[in-house]
């Protein structure tokens, strides 16, 4: 999801030997897919897998109007993987954004057993997948640290931990900037009620 993990571009190489490999058994459909298009809805059931191979796809999540873009993704990047890999449903949206975009589809089940013939593959992406939960915890981490900072009045800290979360992605540094802007407000209240 960050999308600059080293472990990515392995793994996109190996997709790319992958679907030449299986190109028969995988018989992969092009979609092309306009501005605004939504491939996928959060909560929706995984059954097909989407590869990117040109345009971009913001990936957002949302919890009854809220809506927060986690990132934006660009080809080749595999779409729906961690759905069909987890519990077999989509945890966000992904909307084609800034133009069009084009896909190849494939039934999750088809590249499933395509990949049980490719052992490289399937170790790239589980440490592409697990790349992504350590920085997940890392960013978690900073998160309650950041939020510690803003309820101790600890200036310093979150000086150090926002700037720590502002290199890591855009959707981290609007979170940030929300926790400055909340340390703000809290100290200008603090000052007001003396």
């Given at each position: 999801m960050w999308g600059d993990e080293p472990q990515l571009q392995a793994f996109r190489?190996?997709?790319?030997?992958?679907?030449?490999a299986h190109q028969q058994e995988l018989?992969?459909?092009?979609?092309?897919a306009a501005e605004g298009d939504v491939l996928f809805r959060q909560g929706e059931p995984v059954d097909?897998?989407?590869?990117?191979?040109?345009?971009?796809?913001a990936v957002e999540v949302h919890q009854g109007n809220e809506r927060h873009t986690l990132a934006v993704v660009e080809a080749l990047e595999l779409?729906?993987?961690?759905?069909?890999?987890?519990?077999?449903?989509?945890?966000?949206?992904?909307?084609?954004?800034?133009?069009?975009?084009?896909?190849?589809?494939?039934?999750?089940?088809?590249?499933?057993?395509?990949?049980?013939?490719?052992?490289?593959?399937?170790?790239?992406?589980l440490a592409l997948v697990s790349e992504r939960c350590r920085r997940g915890n890392r960013v978690i981490g900073l998160l309650l640290s950041g939020i510690e900072a803003v309820h101790y009045n600890e200036t310093e800290r979150l000086e150090q931990t926002?700037?720590?979360?502002?290199?890591?992605?855009?959707?981290?540094?609007k979170a940030s900037r929300q926790l400055q802007r909340l340390?703000?407000?809290?100290?200008?209240?603090?000052?007001?009620?003396r």
């Open positions: 190489e190996r997709l790319k030997l992958l679907l030449e018989n992969p459909k092009r979609i092309n097909t897998l989407l590869l990117l191979t040109s345009g971009k796809v779409l729906g993987e961690v759905g069909f890999f987890a519990n077999g449903r989509h945890y966000a949206d992904f909307r084609v954004v800034d133009g069009p975009a084009e896909l190849l589809a494939m039934p999750g089940e088809d590249l499933l057993r395509a990949m049980l013939f490719d052992s490289d593959l399937a170790v790239e992406m926002t700037q720590e979360l502002g290199g890591i992605h855009f959707c981290i540094a340390h703000q407000q809290g100290a200008a209240w603090g000052s007001g009620q």
